[in-house]
């Protein structure tokens, strides 16, 4: 028996057996909303603590990868340091820098694929989570 069914089966029993029923439905759906609310809540908190670890591992990544590429790119440097105290001739000096700028453009195409698969996962994590 429904809450309809028994307020139209109370009309006959008076006012206040229909008030009593009408204060019993409010008080149940006052309970689930707030038994809702509660859920929402927990809910909510969990996907905070997932994305705040998400976002955590993403950072490590990231200062990982910046330090690795600092590394790299000192290294670089230091060759190129070389090369001008070689005083090599300007030709040569030119060829040499070819293979160093396409190793830094192939550097600089890494970092942003990886920025763009991360900020992917990050998408994806989110929409999962909705």
């Known amino acids: 028996m429904g809450f309809e069914q028994l307020i ?18 409010i008080s149940y759906l006052f309970k689930q909303q707030t038994k809702n609310a509660a859920e929402d809540a927990k809910r909510s908190n969990e996907f ?19 330090c690795d590429l600092k ?3 000192d290294v670089h440097r230091k ?18 820098m070819g293979g160093w700028r396409s190793e830094l453009n192939r550097v600089q195409d890494l970092i942003i694929a990886q920025n763009n698969t991360t900020l992917q996962k990050i998408i994806e994590i989110w929409k999962e989570k909705k």
């Open 48 to 66: 905070k603590e997932s994305l705040s670890s998400g976002l955590s591992r993403l950072e490590e990544n990231f200062n990982k990868t910046i």
């Open 71 to 73: 590394k790299e790119i």
């Open 79 to 96: 060759e190129i340091g070389a090369l001008k105290m070689d005083k090599l001739e300007k030709d040569d000096f030119y060829k040499d």
């Open 8 to 25: 139209i089966a109370a009309k006959d029993w008076g006012p206040t057996a229909i008030t009593t029923i009408i204060a019993f439905v």
